[in-house]
């Protein structure tokens, strides 16, 4: 082991000396821009292609001011700026935009600022008050919505601290890698108008170009190095921004620098450099030292031949370097004279200048020496066998994003299909760290190697990973891009996508050698998918350890909230602040979670990129089901990495794809397709964007302009190459599928705004039906046939032997598919139920729980959320389902994130209250205020308060009523009010109608239980006022609701109105409004009249069957109401006659027809209520709320009284002769007050 690693210790020196040999002009251009003698906004473009040093360049600026190149350090927080002068530049440390993490803006700046750390007297202020903001929500578990906002705050705080400091001093950023930030794919709908600058900022390459625009900012430098050809558009649009007098203008200046190869006398100077670094690095290298002397002496032609066959290309030449380096055999060629290689060559010496670069196309004959060169140079450095060195590299060259010591070791010595937490579990400790200190050993010499090339470090992740060894599972490493390519080409020649530099070699190759490229293609496909399959594994592994780790975290922050907990006490519905040292410990638990999601989509994306881009990659997307904290960072990160992914060629030619029979018949290839699918999928996501941060008019408008723009374009023909390109985009855009999906998300913002509910619920139908029938037809057979096209099935069909296989495999959007049509019922329940219309709810929302029946261990975000929504509507619809409210909460415990587990706690707590259990809800409910108000969430805030304030409002009622003695009526009233109207400011901030409509109905409660007296003492002195003020309340929810169609909202307020109307003595008013309840043509099926006894399970009526019960709270009132009239003529007649006896007062209120007449409407009352209960639910708690009302009226009564009313209910029994709720009625008499055994007695006393 240690004879591999000898002799690459010191190669640190020539990766220092060869930096800037051959590229003086463009160090000094790079110098002049450092510092120059003007104020101006510097941007300055180093463009080359791979392995032309485009990185050491950058790393000569920072040690031009006395800064250490450390390649194992994350070059972002390096530290050690050396001593400054007046007018040194302030230069901040290397940004390494391969990191696709940091093409999020806020991750960006945030790297921007730490790579000045190196400065400490600097002054952040802003900046660092706004990151705090964010890590306190980000810890706190904000939402996506609330995060970003934070996030932009503290961008512009960024951009207005460095003005300040640019002042004084010119700052300096070195950005590398910057092809990475070329998205092609989404500028298309910048020029379009479809989305403004602002909505792409929150994007880094976007942002820079804002960032160069910015007409206050000045004296500032910054340096992008990126490869010319992937970086082109990148580069473009940096040009156009610098150059454009409206924005960069007069006031930037553009610095191109194009690096170039190196001619035959720098080439000699590099070998003579290297020769001098190994001289000095001890005797053990006197032998390297002189083979680099001997092909840098300049009175020999090797140094000609090394660079004729390296075409001057530095990673070539490194390549070269590193074989001899490890003492290894260099390729024969090497050894011929330079004539004798122009001879092989085909080229006359004297055709090439020692002094001039060397051309960038070689002739033919040289182009495929150089080739076989660079194939010996791969089996060199990649196959050799039994070497632990090679057995790494091959590793690191198969992932691009470069790996830990833990996942090479889990990658290099676990079996296949083993369980990586059984894998370590089973590795004793002291051989476990022995094996990674070995990887540690390895990869911190492999470091220096100029093949090799850093990553982001994850030592923030150190804080939550229990590392064996430091740096085991955090150092991270990987190698150059060029040398990725050059393994790819010769490891993958003839697959596809194929290069166009490698044609040749195509072309001239024989057959025998064509079937050892294939065969090797295929074994290397077969070991990255071995490969990928375990570093997916691993992934999650360490994601499911991260999420159990926080579930632990919330679990004790509830244990601890519950001790402090205090119903009367609201400053106890909150958690405590957390520490500076949580919240780091936290964001890194948040960053771990995001950083191991993304790795195993990753490598799952390229295990099946068909399958799981359907899949695991839209499990990353903003939706209303998935808007936890990372979710900003996991969606434009896992765009970015999908997006590089298909796009690179180097990767995708060992990606398995399926190639299916009608891409190919239309002349496209499966990536083709893929490419096609993500792009428009970008459309969806954006849609998704705005309407998880509640920008719902931003949805409804992008997704409306982008329909308009998709049907302009051409639709093509297939009668040349360009028509029938134009056909297949214009038949995929507007595929079903495609289509379909944007207007889900569509009406879905549409339904979130409460206005015009009914169309969207039409056109979400429509959908619905299309997807359907997609989702049910074959994969064979037609699902639409239109006029230029046919769209088939999805579905999978029977294999026969006229189709391949995988022709009649189900397609592979069929899971998308599914679960789009899932998302689409729960969108129809969600509108339903704004509607009123529980039973049509409840019906979608089981339809959405069985398209993804199949998924148990997928789309947990979306089930919990569905199970929560049922849960709400089967409460509604008099269920106990806190069952299934249960379920869709420990799920959401489950995936241990915050904001989702406050809204199953409110919905619990909802639930409780509709169920009567009114001491279980409050706690609930408090909890999910106090993750609402850490997160800073306030939409799911508002909920929570609204649910609160109603549990304090029944809570006081128990107090008022005797039924509670701890605390007071007026504190729980009164907390519950300021509940209420913070809730009631959140929602008119949010403009949304039914979430208001919703508190001022509860407002309207609160105000009509505060106009009560307790009993035994006098009604309020404030209750004209509450009712003035619940009469306007109530009246204008009527009117809001009527205007938005939301039923269930216009008959709860009018029942309030009743109350309130009884409460202040405005009978008249209270029976009329009751009136014209039974009269409204929207309630008339459900009213029972002596011939009609509606028929509750009749689809139409169970859909509103809340009507019941509204109607059994109005005929309780009109009991009420009965009640006060008899009492009032008994006191009227005893007041007539004074002088009577008790029996004869017995008598004469037995006699008396108005009189009679009240208690004959208090029996009717009470019997049609509770059959109306009992319509809306067998088990509603209505049913023994009236019968504890009525036991509270008639025990009042005396025997004859009593006597009158059991005649009454025999009366009511006649003209309603299919209630069977007299009955009930009848035997609640028998029991609570004595049947005819009683009555009996009662004669005979009187006799």
């Known amino acids: ?263 035959m006398n720098q080439t000699r100077l590099y070998l003579a450099q290297l020769a001098d670094d190994y001289a000095i690095a001890g005797k053990e290298y006197r032998s390297t030292a002189e083979s680099f002397r001997m092909a840098a002496d300049p009175t020999q032609d090797r140094y000609k031949v090394i660079a004729l066959f390296t075409n001057g290309v530095p990673v070539r030449l490194a390549l070269y370097a590193q074989v001899i380096a490890e003492g290894k055999l260099i390729p024969a060629v090497f050894k011929m004279s330079y004539r004798e290689a122009c001879g092989r060559a085909e080229l006359l010496p004297d055709q090439l200048d020692e002094d001039s670069e060397l051309p960038e196309v070689s002739p033919p004959r040289l182009r495929q020496i150089q080739w076989q060169i660079e194939e010996e140079f791969v089996n060199l450095l990649f196959s050799a066998p039994n070497s632990r060195r090679a057995a790494v590299l091959r590793t690191l060259v198969r992932t691009p994003r470069g790996l830990t010591a833990e996942q090479l070791w889990f990658a290099l010595d676990a079996p296949e299909d083993q369980d990586p937490k059984s894998w370590l579990l089973n590795t004793p400790i002291t051989l476990a760290k022995e094996q990674l200190q070995e990887l540690l050993d390895l990869l911190r010499e492999l470091a220096n190697d100029y093949i090799i090339k850093r990553r982001s470090s994850w030592d923030e992740l150190s804080l939550v990973l229990n590392e064996l060894l430091p740096g085991a599972s955090t150092l991270r490493i990987g190698l150059q891009d060029e040398i990725y390519r050059i393994y790819s080409e010769h490891m993958g020649l003839f697959a596809e996508p194929v290069s166009e530099s490698t044609s040749l070699i195509r072309k001239e190759a024989t057959e025998q050698e064509k079937a050892r490229c294939i065969q090797s293609w295929r074994d290397e496909q077969t070991a990255r998918q071995a490969l990928y399959a375990k570093l997916a594994a691993f992934a999650n592994y360490q994601l499911a350890l991260c999420i159990e780790k926080k579930k632990e975290i919330l679990l004790k922050d509830e244990a601890d909230f519950e001790q402090a907990f205090r119903l009367d006490v609201s400053n106890t519905y909150r958690f405590p602040d957390l520490t500076d040292d949580v919240i780091d410990d936290r964001r890194a638990l948040l960053t771990a979670l995001t950083v191991f999601a993304i790795e195993r989509m990753i490598y799952r994306l390229v295990l099946d990129p068909e399958q799981n881009l359907n899949a695991d990659y ?84 992008f997704g409306k302009k982008v329909e308009a723009v998709i049907q302009s374009w051409p639709q093509g023909n297939d009668r040349s190459d360009e028509g029938r390109e134009q056909q297949n985009k214009w038949n995929s855009w507007n595929h079903t599928l495609a289509r379909e999906e944007r207007n889900v998300w569509v009406q879905q913002a549409i339904v979130r705004q409460g206005k015009e509910v009914d169309d969207a619920i039409t056109n979400i139908g429509q959908s619905v039906k299309k997807l359907t029938k997609l989702f049910d037809t074959s994969v064979n057979k037609p699902a639409f046939r239109y006029a230029n096209r046919i769209e088939r099935g999805f579905a999978a069909a029977p294999y026969t032997t006229k189709s391949s296989r995988q022709d009649a495999s189900e397609h592979p959007a069929y899971n998308r598919l599914r679960r789009l049509l899932s998302f689409a019922h729960n969108s129809l329940g969600f509108s339903y139920r704004t509607l009123g219309e529980m039973g049509k709810a409840a019906e979608h929302y089981r339809i959405a729980l069985e398209f993804i029946r199949v998924d148990s261990d997928e789309m947990k975000a979306h089930r919990a959320r569905v199970l929560n929504n049922l849960a709400r509507v089967l409460s509604e619809l008099g269920w106990n389902s806190i069952g299934i409210c249960l379920d869709g909460h420990d799920i959401r415990l489950d995936l241990a994130e915050e904001v989702p587990l406050a809204s199953s706690d409110n919905t619990l707590a909802l639930i409780y209250d509709d169920m009567g259990r009114y001491e279980d809800a409050p706690l609930l409910s408090a909890k999910a205020i106090a993750y609402c108000r850490r997160a800073n969430e306030q939409r799911q805030l508002a909920l ?32 519950a009010e300021t509940l209420l109207r913070e809730a009631r400011s959140i929602f008119n901030e949010l403009d949304e109608a039914e979430r208001l409509i919703e508190v001022n109905l509860e407002k309207g409660s609160l105000l009509r239980d505060r106009m009560q007296s307790e009993p035994g003492k006098e009604r309020p002195r404030s209750w004209k006022r509450h009712y003035e003020e619940a009469t306007y309340l109530l009246n204008v929810v009527e009117r809001t609701a009527r205007q938005r169609r939301m039923s269930q909202h216009v008959l709860d307020a009018l029942i309030n109105q009743v109350r309130i109307h009884y409460y202040a003595g405005q009978l008249e008013t209270a029976i009329r409004t009751i009136e014209n309840i039974e009269k409204d043509t929207a309630y008339v099926e459900h009213i029972i009249r002596p011939t009609h006894m509606p028929d509750a399970e009749k689809a139409t009526l169970r859909n509103k069957n809340w009507i019941f019960r509204h109607l059994a709270t109005a005929q309780m009132i009109r009991g009420w109401m009965a009640s006060d009239r008899f009492h009032a003529r008994v006191e009227y007649l005893r007041a007539q006659n004074e002088d009577a006896t008790r029996e004869e007062r017995k008598i004469q209120v037995a006699g008396d027809d108005i009189a009679q007449g009240a208690l004959g409407e208090m029996a009717q009352a009470y019997v049609l209520g509770i059959a109306y209960a009992e319509l809306y639910s067998p088990r509603s708690r209505s049913i023994g709320g009236m019968q504890n009302d009525l036991y509270g009226r008639l025990k009042k009564f005396n025997r004859t009284e009593l006597n009158s009313f059991r005649n009454q209910l025999q009366i009511v029994k006649k003209q309603y002769p299919d209630v069977h709720s007299i009955k009930l009625v009848d035997n609640f008499l028998s029991e609570f007050f004595g049947g005819a055994e009683l009555t009996a007695m009662n004669v005979r006393s009187r006799e």
């Open 944 to 975: 929570s308060l609204r649910q609160m304030a109603e549990s304090l409002r029944h809570i006081a009622e128990r107090v008022r009523t005797g039924q509670r003695a701890a605390g007071s009526a007026d504190i729980f009233f009164n907390n």
């Open 1 to 263: 082991m240690m004879s591999e690693q000898v002799n690459l210790q010191k190669l640190s020196a020539a990766r220092r000396a060869q930096a800037m040999i051959g590229q003086e002009a463009a160090w000094q251009q790079v110098e002049a821009a450092l510092s120059p003698n003007n104020r101006l906004f510097h941007v300055v473009l180093v463009r080359a292609e791979g392995g032309m040093g485009k990185t050491r360049i950058l790393e000569r600026v920072l040690e031009s001011c006395g800064r250490e190149v450390d390649p194992l350090d994350d070059l972002a927080v390096q530290t050690g700026a050396g001593q400054l002068q007046l007018n040194d530049p302030i230069i901040g440390n290397l940004i390494d935009v391969i990191n696709t993490q940091l093409h999020d803006r806020y991750r960006f700046v945030v790297a921007l600022r730490r790579s000045l750390l190196s400065y400490p007297d600097l002054n952040f202020d802003r900046f660092d008050v706004a990151e705090d903001k964010v890590k306190q929500l980000a810890a706190g578990g904000a939402l996506l919505r609330t995060l970003a906002n934070a996030q932009q705050e503290a961008a512009d705080d960024f951009v207005k601290d460095l003005k300040g400091i640019a002042k004084d001093r010119r700052v300096v950023f070195l950005i590398d890698t910057v092809e990475r930030l070329s998205y092609a794919a989404t500028d298309w709908l910048l020029t379009e108008g479809l989305l403004e600058s602002k909505d792409m900022d929150i994007r880094t390459h976007q942002w820079l170009r804002s960032f160069i625009a910015d007409s206050n900012l000045e004296n500032i430098t910054l340096i992008l190095a990126g490869r010319g050809r992937e970086g082109q558009d990148f580069f473009d649009r940096i040009e156009a921004t610098a150059d454009d007098p409206d924005l960069g203008g007069q006031r930037c200046r553009l610095t191109d620098i194009r690096l170039k190869r190196l001619s």
């Open 618 to 701: 839209l499990a990353l997307t903003p939706e209303p089901d998935n808007q936890k904290a990372a979710s900003q960072d996991e969606d434009f990160w896992a765009q970015a990495e999908l997006w590089w992914v298909l796009n690179d060629s180097s990767l995708m030619k060992f990606v398995r794809l399926h190639e299916r029979r009608l891409a190919s018949d239309r002349g496209e290839s499966s990536l083709d397709v893929l490419r096609r699918v993500a792009e428009q999928e970008n459309v969806t996501r954006w849609i998704k964007r705005f309407l998880v941060r509640g920008h719902y008019k931003r949805a409804i408008d």
